[in-house]
């Protein structure tokens, strides 16, 4: 098993955000988190890739303890595609890109040719090599992810974390980063944990899922198995239900609008906190 997370609690300060998390994912896989504002999905995330320590449990990358592991070690493991990236330097995308092998590389030291060669492959293989020489901080937000998704292929490790990776794309570049994805996921064998808030998308696009309310696990499993309109409501809401498109296609869908759960609505610490 590529990714292993057992008995996880965590939380900020006196608060515990995750309770008791189990979750195993293999290679080759696509692991879909769904749950409302500050379920504990970054949470989780931020604990995998250990910016965050948990109270209690233990997470394994390729049967190595997280914990025991320095940051350039655990970098070596995790790539981490964030919901954007700030810099306040007008780095080129492929700089942005070449980034993504300072785990690999000695201090001080310069991108081979090689290894330049090498990030402008991952950009050609996403389609957006035309803008190896663009300043990233110019880019729009879809192009950045694509960048930061280009940066954490480009990385070459087994885990990727992706939390919200569609946060800036409108809605034909949503499907097409899905796609991506899961299309680098199968070629390369690679594990991804990814956090989405259209369950559309993780019933698309995803091998498993695993859904979160309260920082507690409500189903996890195939995704074929666990997308339940009974799931989704207990996970999401009463409000929702599975639908048919003309060709039979199955299309998750809101009701009553007005009935929200209050779970829905930001304000509660970890939104506070960033971690939603």
């Known amino acids: 098993m590529t990714l292993e997370v057992s008995g996880l609690d965590?939380?900020?300060?006196?608060?515990?955000v995750l309770h008791n998390i189990d979750l195993r994912v293999s290679e080759g896989r696509i692991c879909g988190l769904l749950g409302h504002n500050g379920s504990g999905k970054t949470t989780l995330m931020n604990c995998i890739n250990m910016l965050i320590t948990p109270d209690?449990?233990?997470?394994t990358v390729m049967g190595k303890e997280i914990s025991g592991l320095d940051r350039g070690q655990i970098a070596q493991l995790i790539s981490v595609v964030?919901?954007?990236?700030?810099?306040?330097?007008?780095?080129?995308?492929?700089?942005?890109?070449?980034?993504?092998?300072?785990?690999?590389?000695?201090?001080?030291?310069?991108?081979?040719r090689k290894e330049i060669k090498q990030a402008q492959k991952v950009l050609d293989e996403l389609g957006i090599s035309a803008l190896s020489k663009a300043a990233y901080t110019?880019?729009?937000?879809?192009?950045?992810?694509?960048?930061?998704?280009?940066?954490?292929?480009?990385?070459?490790?087994?885990?990727?974390?992706?939390?919200?990776?569609?946060?800036?794309?409108?809605?034909?570049?949503?499907?097409?980063?899905?796609?991506?994805?899961?299309?680098?996921?199968?070629?390369?064998?690679?594990?991804?944990?990814v956090s989405?808030?259209?369950?559309?998308?993780?019933?698309?696009?995803?091998?498993?899922?695993?859904?979160?309310?309260?920082?507690?696990?409500?189903?996890?499993?195939?995704?074929?198995?666990?997308?339940?309109?009974?799931?989704?409501?207990?996970a999401l809401g009463e409000n929702i239900s599975i639908e048919s498109t003309i060709d039979g296609l199955p299309v998750i869908v809101p009701r009553n609008l007005g009935k929200c759960p209050p779970e829905t609505q930001i304000g509660d610490e970890e939104a506070l906190l960033g971690a939603v």
């Not at 810099?87 to 081979?112: E, H, I, N, Q, Y």
């Not at 695993?210 to 009974?230: F, I």
Request: hydrophobic share 40%; glycine share 6%; proline share 5%.
């Open 10 to 16: 965590a939380g900020y300060g006196k608060r515990t």
């Open 56 to 59: 209690r449990g233990r997470v």
């Open 82 to 112: 964030p919901q954007s990236s700030f810099t306040a330097f007008d780095f080129s995308v492929l700089d942005m890109v070449l980034m993504g092998s300072a785990a690999r590389m000695k201090a001080w030291t310069s991108p081979s």
């Open 138 to 193: 110019r880019l729009s937000g879809g192009q950045q992810q694509m960048v930061l998704l280009s940066r954490a292929l480009y990385q070459n490790t087994p885990v990727m974390l992706l939390d919200e990776p569609n946060a800036h794309l409108d809605f034909c570049s949503q499907h097409a980063m899905m796609q991506h994805i899961k299309k680098v996921v199968k070629l390369r064998g690679v594990t991804a944990l």
């Open 196 to 234: 989405l808030h259209d369950p559309n998308l993780a019933l698309y696009y995803c091998d498993d899922v695993m859904m979160l309310k309260h920082g507690r696990v409500v189903v996890k499993g195939p995704a074929p198995s666990v997308m339940t309109e009974t799931n989704l409501r207990q």
